[in-house]
Structures are given as structure tokens and as C-alpha cells.
């Protein structure tokens, strides 16, 4: 069975195709694929509401899933976790139906062609940014699972860190469906493959190392930490977030806001010394943007303590006179 | 719905059986049985011959399982997927039986409209996570997978790790085929940690034949004889899954 899934999923659709929903009746037309993915592929397709993301896959189980996820996320509202759910229906072009579902279409280059175009200096925030959406799912009761820069997108005009494929997407407390080795705590021997919110956490700071490492390397001995530790202190932009990123690949968090605290912290501790500057083009100019923002308030405040004492002082001559003319 | 035992065979090989009865007769015997069959093919970067590919193919179709080819580098993950979607796909079954039984012959997951799929699928998702599992593994150790052993072991300790992170519990045993003496040796017997072999597995012995048709029905029998122990014991919520599949 698997054989037949794995052919239908590697089944081409050329740009042109038109595909139409039997439930609904919605039309799709394909522009051009975009990814593969474990359990279908994704194309941009047109459609009458403007461009939208079509995962056509091979499964009506595990499309139906994906689909109850993103679904999930909108009845939850609000925070721009995943992209938003638009349309489930089923495809009928021969005697089988194929499942399919249309989901917004989020415009931007993958994480790794983002960071190595832009500079490293990019990853520490947009790290900060994947770690609020992670918190606001852990609240929700779920774990990402398979987090790694292949699932995440860096949405263009606005540079913020969008995550594209729910399909590892697990309840907490139950098992971890989907995961790919280097991001996943089992494979380092660091912990269960248990959706925990410790569990996503581990993969946040391996998404760090694999932005300053490209090139993905495999365990070497039993000891996972010390492997991934040593690493980390090998890399010059990396160094910096040694404790913070020992803290999450030992599991010592208790959720991600605590992780986000910690790497702000870091983030603008580094911004005085980090004048010498190894980061991207255009960096310094928007450090000195803000090393003047900075300024102008430390400014504004000292305005606003000559004005208190110069209030006291008028204050306390006017009593003056007015005793001595009481006197 | 009660969570009951799914039993599951997974073969691991790198080529054709030239020993014994054909292997996907053997397979298509223990689906009778309700027990899976999901076979792995295993190579290095040569090219998978014909023969051996359509062989796999057809115990896991036999079978009633799923078959993959993988490169031995990306075994622990095929090991782990291949046996979750064996899971999936015999809960499916079962949930689709339970479905006709209420809707009419016509009803299955595929033929319910998507709105509707998303809670029968959290059922089906439920059931994966709280259900008891046996597998029983069947590694070829015929000479040519001597230098595929150690990752094979890694995969089987990796397995180990993803399906002891679910609710419901797990048996694994583990036999090779050939044995020292016999066409068929048991490793391991049916226990829920599978970390004891990192101990016995480098001192296996590799031999010439590929008895895959025998090691199935070895394998069922050995189901079969963990079965007539149970029923000593009053045990009964095996018995769903048993009927339905």
C-alpha cells in the first residue's frame, strides 16, 4: 500500500492543471510546485480568491489530519502560527478520488537561503519571533514536532518567521509522529520522543545550529551533548548563545517564553559589544539608528528632572516672599 | 472503542528468499492470522534488483502491510514510519468496518465529506497512541547484510525509543533467519525494551541461505504459542481486533 501512496504522492501536476473540488466545487489552477513534503506535494495554485498553497496528497487519513490542525488553529484565532485554512475537498480526475486541501499561500524565502543571504545576525531575532508563535502553541496544547528550516518561511515585505507544514504537529502527551534526526531529541539521546513543550524547544536551538552549521552533520558517540555543545562553541555568532542554547538542549525550560526572555536578554546585551560587527551588510547603519533612539530618551529624561527641579525651586522662593510678607 | 493488541511482522532483508515455501504465501497466512506483515528493504547505494523489490512488494501486500526500499543510512526513520502507517492502516480498517456497520455498506473515512473526516480521524489518531502493540522482527542475516547489521541495530533501538514514547504498551521480539543451527533463530523474547540488544547483536553469526517463506511462518507460530499462554489468563480485550481484522 505503501508503494501505491509513494507513487501517487511523486505523481506530477504541470502548471495548467485545473482541479476541481467534488464537494464543494471550488476550482484550482496550478502555477507550479513548491515543495514536497512526507505526505504530498504543495503547489501554488490560482484560484477565484487570489493565490492560495495546495497540498494535494496521497492518504485521506493523513490529509485529513493536516487539515483538522490548521483548522484547530483557526477556531483559536488571532496568532499567525501556521498558515489559515481555506478549503478541503477531494479531487476526482479517474475512478480514485485524491484529497486535497487549499491554505494560504505565505510569499518568502526558506529560513536557511533567508539567513545565509542576510547574514547571521538575523537569526537571533528571528529565533526570538519562531519562540512567541511556539509559546502561543504550547498554550494551545500542542508541540510543532518536526521543526526545522525547510518547514519555516521568512514572509516577505514584513521579515517575519512563518511556519508552512502543520504535518508534525502533535497534542501534547502523545507520541512525536513526525521528526527529522538532527532536530529531534531522541536521536541525540537528550530526552523521549514525547510531544512536550521541552521537546520543540530542543529543535528551536538545533534550528540555530543548522543556521550557523548549513551543512547538517551526524551524531558521533553517546554523547549527544557534548557533540552539539562543542559545536557551539566553535562558531563565532553562535558563542554568544552557548547558555542559552545549552539550557535547551539539556531541557532545563519550562516553556518558551522563558527561552524568548533569556535570548532577548542576550540579543541586547550584544548590541554594545557587537560594534565590531562580523554581522550582514546594512547592520551597523541600524545600530546607530538605535544607539541614537537611545540617546534622545536618556535626553528627554534629564528635560524632564531640571523641569522638576526647577518647578521645586519657584515653588520654594514663592513661600519664601510669601512668609516674609506675612511676617 | 477499547483499545486492544495489534500484532505486526516486520521483515528486514536486502534480497530475494532462495530457501522454503514462497515467503508472500507465508504472509498472506499470517494476515489470516490478524497479524501485519511490513517488509523493509535494505541496500547499500547499488541498485535494487527487480526480483528482490517485486518480492518485498508482495509479502507486504500479502501481508496486508506496508513496504519501503531504503538506502541503509535512512533506515531508523523508514523503520519507524513504515510501522506507524501499518498502525494507521489497520486502525483505519477497523474504524471503516465500524462505520459500514453504522451507515450501510457504502460508508469508509474516503466517502464521509471532509468536514466530517477530522473526527473520525481523531479517533483513529487516539487509538494509534493508546493501543498495545506486539511486533515481532525477522532480520536477514544472510552474508550480504553483515556490514547492514550495526545500523539495523540502531534503527531497532531507535524504534524502540519512538513507540515507548506512545501510551499504549509494547512487546517486541526479535528472531534472524538463518539461525546457527536452524533455518530460523528467536534473539530475543517478547519484551517492551529492546536495549538488550546492543549486547547480542554484534555477536551474530551471518550464513549463506535467505529462508524468508520459513521465518514468516516461524513467526506466526510463535504469535500463536504467546497466545494459547494468554489464554491461561483471562485477557479478553484482545479479542476486537482480532474478529474485525
Request: net charge positive; glycine share 8%; hydrophobic share 40%.
Amino acid at each position: 500500500m505503501m508503494t501505491n501512496d509513494t507513487l501517487k504522492s511523486r505523481s506530477n501536476y504541470p502548471s495548467g492543471t485545473v482541479i476541481t473540488g467534488k464537494w464543494h466545487k471550488k476550482q484550482y489552477r496550478i502555477r507550479k510546485k513548491l515543495g514536497v513534503g512526507a505526505n504530498g506535494a504543495v503547489y501554488l495554485a490560482e484560484s477565484e480568491a487570489g493565490p492560495v498553497a495546495l497540498k494535494i496528497g496521497a492518504s485521506t487519513a493523513s490529509m485529513a489530519s493536516e487539515a483538522n490542525v490548521l483548522k484547530s488553529f483557526a477556531k483559536a484565532q488571532g496568532h499567525s502560527l501556521g498558515p489559515s485554512l481555506l478549503d478541503a475537498d477531494d479531487w476526482e480526475p479517474g475512478a480514485e478520488p485524491i484529497p486535497f486541501y487549499a491554505m494560504e499561500y505565505i510569499h518568502g524565502p526558506d529560513l536557511l537561503s533567508f539567513v545565509s543571504e542576510k547574514g547571521f545576525a538575523w537569526a537571533g531575532v528571528l529565533v526570538v519571533q519562531l519562540l512567541s508563535d511556539v509559546h502561543h502553541l504550547h498554550e494551545q496544547g500542542w508541540i510543532f514536532g518536526d521543526l526545522k528550516p525547510e518547514n519555516l518561511l521568512v514572509e516577505v515585505p514584513s521579515n517575519r518567521i512563518r511556519c508552512i507544514d502543520p504535518g508534525g504537529m502533535t497534542k501534547i502527551g502523545r507520541s512525536v509522529k513526525e521528526f527529522t534526526e538532527f532536530f529531534d531529541r531522541g536521536y541525540w539521546g537528550l530526552g523521549p520522543r514525547k510531544a512536550d513543550p521541552g521537546y520543540d524547544l530542543f529543535s528551536v536551538a538545533m534550528v540555530m545550529i543548522n543556521l550557523a552549521y548549513q551543512r547538517r552533520f551526524t551524531k558521533k558517540n553517546n554523547n549527544g551533548l557534548l557533540q552539539l555543545m562543542a559545536a557551539v562553541k566553535q562558531h563565532p555568532g553562535l558563542k554568544k548563545f552557548e547558555p542559552v542554547l545549552r539550557k535547551a538542549l539539556r531541557g532545563t525550560y519550562r516553556s518558551a517564553s522563558e527561552m524568548r526572555r533569556e535570548l532577548l536578554g542576550l540579543l541586547t546585551q550584544e548590541k554594545t559589544a557587537d560594534k565590531r560587527g562580523y554581522s550582514g551588510k546594512g547592520e551597523p547603519q541600524k545600530q546607530k539608528v538605535r544607539m541614537s533612539r537611545v540617546k534622545k530618551r536618556k535626553f528627554r529624561k534629564l528635560k524632564k528632572i531640571f523641569a522638576g527641579i526647577a518647578i521645586i525651586v519657584i515653588v520654594s522662593m514663592l513661600y519664601w516672599i510669601y512668609s516674609f510678607y506675612i511676617v | 472503542m477499547n483499545a486492544g493488541t495489534l500484532k505486526q511482522i516486520l521483515l528486514i532483508t536486502d534480497g530475494c528468499s532462495n530457501q522454503g515455501g514462497d515467503p508472500a504465501a507465508a504472509a498472506a497466512l499470517a494476515r489470516e492470522e490478524g497479524i501485519t506483515v511490513n517488509v523493509i528493504g535494505v541496500m547499500e547505494r547499488d541498485i535494487i534488483d527487480e526480483k528482490g523489490a517485486k518480492e518485498i512488494q508482495d509479502i507486504a501486500m500479502s501481508g496486508g502491510g506496508v513496504s519501503q526500499i531504503v538506502y541503509t543510512r535512512n533506515l531508523s526513520q523508514t523503520v519507524q514510519m513504515v510501522t506507524r502507517r501499518a498502525m494507521t492502516q489497520t486502525i483505519q480498517g477497523v474504524v471503516n468496518r465500524e462505520l459500514k456497520q453504522i451507515l450501510g455498506d457504502s460508508a469508509s473515512i474516503e466517502a464521509l465529506p471532509p468536514e466530517k473526516r477530522g473526527d473520525v480521524l481523531e479517533v483513529v489518531d487516539e487509538l494509534g497512541e493508546t493501543v498495545d502493540l506486539e511486533i515481532l522482527i525477522l532480520v536477514d542475516t544472510s552474508a550480504s547484510m553483515k556490514p547492514k547489521l550495526p545500523t539495523v541495530k540502531e534503527a531497532l533501538l531507535d524504534l524502540s525509543l519512538s513507540l515507548n514514547a506512545r501510551m499504549g504498551n509494547n512487546q517486541f521480539s526479535v528472531f534472524v533467519f538463518p539461525g546457527k543451527r536452524t533455518e530460523v533463530e528467536k534473539l530475543l523474547d517478547w519484551t517492551p525494551k529492546l536495549e538488550s540488544l546492543t549486547s547480542i547483536f554484534p555477536k551474530l553469526q551471518v550464513g549463506g541461505i535467505t529462508p524468508t517463506g520459513p521465518a514468516i511462518h516461524e513467526a506466526i507460530h510463535y504469535f500463536g504459542r504467546k497466545r494459547q499462554l494468554r489464554g491461561l489468563l483471562p485477557h479478553d480485550d484482545e479479542r476486537y481486533f482480532e474478529e474485525s481484522i
